[in-house]
Nanobody
């Protein structure tokens, strides 16, 4: 059973940093691409960053480029999202994602972790 569990969200002041974690199980983490998304209240879910299976290729949304970094520790089956220089507009629920549909599986999401950027 594929599971993704995000953690690390919370309240942070503008300009601050957070690191989110996505612990995974039920699939061979090191073989698949991973992504982070976010969804702010009243808005559509937004793709933030994509990383290939070994983390050598990444692609960031313009809204987070230069501030956010995706990391993956394949031995721990965990992906991370390092977030720096946070802004109030970064307030959202953050989700990790693995899309196994090209391999006969499903598109999997965690339940998300809330990040609030406010003074």
């Amino acid at each position: 059973q594929v599971q993704l569990v995000e953690s690390g969200g919370g309240l942070v002041q503008p300009g601050g940093s957070l690191i989110l974690s996505c612990a995974t199980s039920g699939f061979d983490f090191g073989k698949y691409d991973m992504s982070w998304y976010r969804q702010a209240l009243g808005k559509e879910r937004e793709l933030l960053v994509f990383a290939d299976s070994v983390g050598t290729y990444t692609n960031y949304a313009d809204s987070v480029k230069g501030r956010f970094t995706i990391l993956r520790h394949n031995a721990k089956n965990t992906a991370y999202l390092q977030m720096n220089s946070l802004k109030p507009e970064d307030t959202a629920v953050y989700y990790c994602n693995v899309d196994l549909r090209p391999f006969g599986g499903m598109n999997y999401w965690g339940k998300g972790t809330l990040v609030t950027v406010s003074s």
